[in-house]
């Protein structure tokens, strides 16, 4: 399995809404990331798992909340969001020490709050 | 925050035609990648150059990089249609942790 796979593909939440987007990779990577992306912008970086333990966090408001489950696993929790929050969602692997072969990213999750 | 700056934003051109893309960036770094997004769907990677690496190729992909000048560019030979799409570089900078930083990205466009 060579995929990251991210669900749901597509969410509409309100702005008082709980809701929580969903990440898994098979190949052993110990790496895991959330990026964030707007409309014909690049990626931009959130969240960083290494070994299952948050590493970076690039300040990003506490409305989103990261959760690593196991080594297979990432959550990204959402809560109270602010219709500027509307964006696709990435998430991505590595292979955490070896510098040499790039991310895996999933499809993403295209959110929108209303 | 952004590291790279992509030249040109956008970019048209025939089939069979070349496509040149730029990037630049402003730290030392461990490598650089290539990454190809379809319309909004997730990147696909399409090949790293590490920072002792000066060219690489893949297929119809060939990479440069040069770290003196903190750039690299990005040759599609033969375009086809099907590689219309954004192309973004990203940077893995030294001494930043795990984190890839992304460039603005060019936009190509191939027509049939």
């Known amino acids: 399995d060579t995929e990251v796979t991210q669900t749901p593909k597509h969410l509409v939440m309100g702005m008082t809404n709980k809701k929580s987007l969903k990440c898994e990779q098979h190949m052993g990577h110990r790496a895991m990331y959330w990026y964030k992306q707007k409309a014909k912008k690049p990626p931009e970086l959130m969240f960083v798992?290494?070994?299952?333990?948050?590493?970076i966090n690039e300040s990003v408001p506490s409305r989103f909340s990261p959760e690593c489950p196991n080594s297979s696993l990432l959550n990204l929790h959402l809560h109270a969001l602010q219709p500027e929050d509307s964006a696709l969602y990435l998430c991505?692997?590595?292979?955490?020490?070896?510098?040499?072969?790039?991310?895996?990213f999933g499809s993403g999750t295209r959110l929108t709050v209303v | 925050s952004q590291q790279g700056e992509e030249d040109p934003q956008a970019l048209s051109i025939q089939e069979g035609e070349n496509a040149t893309m730029n990037c630049s960036y402003k730290t030392s770094i461990n490598n650089l990648q290539w990454y190809r997004q379809n319309s909004g769907r997730g990147l696909v990677h399409l090949i790293l150059i590490r920072s002792n690496e000066r060219e690489k190729h893949s297929g119809r992909l060939r990479v440069t990089l040069d770290t003196s000048k903190k750039s690299s560019s990005l040759l599609i030979t033969a375009s086809r249609a099907a590689d219309t799409a954004s192309y973004f570089c990203?940077?893995?900078?030294?001494?930043?942790?795990?984190?890839?930083?992304f460039g603005g990205g060019t936009r190509l466009m191939v027509k049939p």
């Open positions: 991505a692997s590595s292979q955490d020490e070896d510098r040499y072969y790039g991310y895996t």
């Open positions: 990203a940077t893995d900078a030294k001494d930043a942790g795990n984190m890839l930083t």
């Open positions: 798992y290494s070994y299952e333990k948050l590493s």
